[in-house]
Nanobody, 124 residues
Framework: VQLQASGGGSVQPGGSLRLSCEVSGLSLRHYAIAWYHQAPGKEREGVSCISAAGTTEYADSVKGRFAISRDNAKNMGYLQMNSLKPTDTGVYSC???????????????????WGRGTQVTVSS
């Protein structure tokens, strides 16, 4: 299984980015997709998750600003990030697991494969 996150970049506060997660080696339709954020010098934390059924969950810090989605036909996951803040800066990684979203977001279950992340920098 390979996961590749992309779409990061440098934006000003209030800006937007759309991250993509390309998954290969499995049929994504049966898996939950989760996004994680690792700020400089901090532990990785769960940001958002979408279950195989399409149910979404978000960390409190991003509710109302981020939107997660998936395209099973393309084996892709997405994270639309709006109203970005400097605290959103960091590396974003994705994971695909046969697990509950609440378990993935809290890292009660740690994904076995984070894939290559993408850097997001929010700065004026």
């Amino acid at each position: 299984v390979q996961l590749q996150a992309s779409g990061g970049g440098s934006v000003q506060p209030g800006g937007s980015l759309r991250l993509s997660c390309e998954v290969s080696g499995l049929s994504l339709r049966h898996y939950a997709i989760a996004w994680y954020h690792q700020a400089p010098g901090k532990e990785r934390e769960g940001v958002s998750c979408i279950s195989a059924a399409g149910t979404t969950e978000y960390a409190d810090s991003v509710k109302g600003r981020f939107a997660i989605s998936r395209d099973n036909a393309k084996n892709m996951g997405y994270l639309q990030m709006n109203s970005l803040k400097p605290t959103d800066t960091g590396v974003y990684s994705c994971a695909a697991e046969l697990a509950r979203c609440d378990h993935l977001l809290t890292l009660y279950i740690r994904p076995g494969n984070w894939g290559r992340g993408t850097q997001v920098t929010v700065s004026s």
